[in-house]
């Protein structure tokens, strides 16, 4: 781990992925399927809305892009660090 702060759960995980490969992390980038599909809840969300079960996959998603871009930043702090 970089500090020793009171991490959050998700901060450990995140720093967990970023150091076991930093460089692999910060070339990690979703599928085109990924892609398209969080884009088509994303406008449908905004137009004539989502149900229920879309909301909670949209949701995951952004927890997901959350996670990996906290993983990016402790990666680029790594890869500093050599």
Do not use: C, W
Not at 54 to 79: G, N, S, T, V
């Amino acid at each position: 781990m970089i500090a020793t702060k009171n991490y959050k759960a998700s901060e450990e995980v995140a720093d967990f992925i970023a150091a076991t490969d930093p460089a692999r992390v910060l070339a990690f980038r979703p599928s085109a399927e990924t892609i398209a599909r969080v884009s088509e809840l994303i406008e449908r969300e905004k137009g004539v809305g989502i149900n229920d079960d879309e909301r909670q996959e949209l949701d995951h998603y952004m927890q997901l892009e959350h996670l990996m871009r906290m993983a990016k930043i402790f990666a680029r702090k790594y890869r500093s660090v050599k």
